[in-house]
């Protein structure tokens, strides 16, 4: 096993003529590596050091993407490769390709899950917020609601015609504001309540 190489990295400067075999065949069937004139780049650097007479190489492909090869070599003299080992070298090609796509889908929906869990993580801290600035604007405004009606209704003394057009003024613009405050409120509540149905589908 220590004569075979594995994991080597060839790059399509290097050694172009294969490359372009490559690009055009997802199998190419190498008989004897000395005479084939596409493995030419590699026979000096590669097959004689290796005593590599014979080579079958399929791509690993992936949406239209080569991710790699599998190259099955043959030490010593040339080989006439037979369909049974072209068949299978092109089947355990595809079975790789069929594993790097599970593996790439299983990755995306993982990245989907997370990416959806933070944002029911960011709408419950938005809707929090929303709920809790809410009742702290909501207390006061009350208080001041409640004063002003008092004061229309002259449960502390009598008022001038000057300050109640005023006070009618600043009551019914609390007023406005609470019916505004209640609607923020009534958004928190419907937006919590649909982040929790889609968590729970």
């Not at 190419?28 to 080579?55: E, F, P, Q, W």
């Not at 209704?153 to 008022?159: A, M």
């Amino acid at each position: 096993l220590d004569s075979h190489s594995s994991g080597r990295l060839i790059f399509e400067k290097d050694y172009p003529q294969e490359f372009k075999s490559l690009h055009e065949s997802k199998c190419i069937i190498n008989d004897d590596t000395y005479k084939d004139y596409t493995l030419s780049s590699n026979i000096k650097h590669y097959l004689v050091k290796r005593n590599i007479g014979a080579l079958l190489t399929t791509t690993i492909t992936v949406g239209g993407q080569t991710l790699g090869l599998l190259r099955i070599e043959h030490k010593g003299s040339s080989r006439l490769w037979t369909t049974e080992e072209i068949d299978f070298a092109c089947q355990l090609a595809d079975q790789m390709a069929l594993t790097a796509t599970i593996h790439h889908r299983n990755q995306a929906e993982i990245e989907a899950t997370i990416a959806l869990n933070e944002a029911q993580k960011a709408s419950n801290a938005k809707s929090d917020f929303l709920a809790n600035m809410s009742h702290e604007l909501r207390t006061p405004l009350n208080a001041i609601l409640g004063l002003t009606e008092g004061l229309l209704e002259h449960t502390r003394g009598p008022v001038s015609e000057p300050q109640r057009n005023a006070l009618s003024i600043v009551y019914q613009s609390g007023s406005h504001l609470l019916a505004l405050i209640n609607d923020i409120l009534d958004l928190a509540r419907i937006d919590r309540k649909s982040t929790r149905l889609n968590s729970s589908h």
